[in-house]
């Protein structure tokens, strides 16, 4: 058993509506490699001796395995997905970091993420930008995290 050399880049990405996927495959940096283990995968799947090569598992934000890899021709993987997972990441910001093993020639996984979805994160911050940068902004904003404000009553005042 060899010990892995994994190799993170960069992946070019499409999406087929129709079929509800996202394919991904590599054509810069790692290209060699990406090539050299996409072979492997559509060998396998031609012959039928699908444990000669390990399922390439897709993962996204806050997501795990949310697909499994199938070649295709052209040196691409698609990715077929639910409906939820598939609204969330296919579209316009669409993009995936691929890890590939260099010794072996393997694709190791793909991540895929919406540059415009929007994270937890960034959600609460694009909400802060917009509200006014007023007493009275800064009062609803505080109201919406903590609840409304309870007066507090001293001993000196009964």
């Known amino acids: 058993m060899t010990v892995p ?3 993170a880049c960069d992946g070019e990405t499409a999406h087929d509506p129709v079929s509800r996927s996202v394919l991904v495959k590599v ?13 492997a995968l559509l060998a396998a799947e031609e012959s039928g001796r699908y444990w ?3 399922d390439v598992v897709a ?4 997501r795990r395995e949310i697909g499994r890899g199938e070649p295709v021709d052209g040196g ?4 077929t997905l639910s409906d939820s997972d598939y609204r969330q990441l296919a579209g ?3 993009s995936a970091i691929v890890t590939v093993d ?14 415009s979805w929007p994270t937890r994160r960034s959600s609460w911050l694009r909400l802060w930008r917009r509200l006014p940068v007023t007493a009275t902004g800064c009062l609803l904003w505080c109201i919406a995290l ?6 507090v009553l001293s001993d000196r005042f009964h």
Do not use: T, Y
């Not at 054509?27 to 072979?39: D, K, Q």
């Not at 691409?76 to 990715?79: D, G, I, S």
């Not at 903590?146 to 007066?151: I, M, N, R, S």
């Open 5 to 7: 050399a994994p190799l």
């Open 27 to 39: 054509s810069g940096f790692g290209a060699s490699f990406w090539r050299r283990g996409h072979a």
């Open 52 to 54: 000669d090569a390990r």
């Open 59 to 62: 993962h996204a934000p806050g």
């Open 76 to 79: 691409w993987l698609r990715f």
């Open 92 to 94: 316009e910001g669409l």
């Open 102 to 115: 260099k010794e072996a020639g393997r694709i190791l996984g793909v991540k895929f993420r919406n540059r």
């Open 146 to 151: 903590c609840g409304l404000p309870q007066p």
